[in-house]
């Protein structure tokens, strides 16, 4: 389960404002990547907060209403598939997830950032690997970014209804593929990973 570890951590290093940072949407044939970051009150017990790949869409959608009503800031962000076909799935992300990071109400002056990368920050980070099981403040970004997106796909799904985008969020399943396959891409999808059409 996740805890305040690596956040109390660098309170005692003298940081006052530690943000959680994550992504989601990588994977995805199309639509943008949406990050989040998040800025919680030390020592906040949020019941069920998890990584959000560990839980179901009804308690994302539940804990999403909680975070943003008791965290001290938080913003979401995205890049555009546009922007994810010029500058490669990882860069976008970063792009992302710094977006959200500067558009934070309450200035961060330290990011706990998910995964294995951090580029092009304008203040100091932490990789943390498995972050979203590891650090609260990163759970709770993660579930902004997913509930965010998936919100996101549904929107797209009603402007885009012969790609059934409601039910697999975009993801390369065999009916999305043969989807695209059937009506080639739309204007949302990210076009360097259509590489399937050309075998």
Do not use: Q, W
Not at 167 to 188: C, F, L, Q, W
């Amino acid at each position: 389960m996740p805890s305040f570890e690596y956040e109390e951590k660098k309170h005692s290093e003298g940081y006052r404002a530690v943000c959680g940072c994550d992504e989601a949407g990588r994977g995805p044939l199309c639509g943008p990547v949406v990050a989040a970051a998040v800025i919680l009150p030390l020592g906040l017990e949020i019941e069920g907060l998890n990584d959000s790949k560990k839980l179901t869409e009804k308690k994302r959608e539940r804990l999403f209403d909680i975070i943003k009503e008791k965290a001290i800031a938080y913003a979401i962000a995205e890049a555009s598939p546009e922007e994810i076909d010029e500058y490669n799935i990882l860069n976008a992300s970063m792009l992302a997830m710094r977006r959200a990071v500067e558009a934070l109400p309450v200035k961060a002056d330290f990011a706990l950032i998910d995964g294995n990368c951090s580029r092009g920050f304008e203040i100091p980070t932490e990789t943390v690997v498995k972050g979203d099981s590891i650090s609260y403040s990163i759970a709770a970004a993660s579930i902004l970014a997913k509930v965010t997106r998936d919100r996101g796909c549904i929107e797209l799904d009603r402007m885009y209804p012969e790609y059934n985008i409601a039910k697999h969020k975009g993801y390369p399943t065999k009916e999305h593929m043969d989807a695209v396959r059937e009506h080639g891409p739309s204007p949302i999808h990210r076009k360097t990973f259509l590489k399937f059409l050309d075998k």
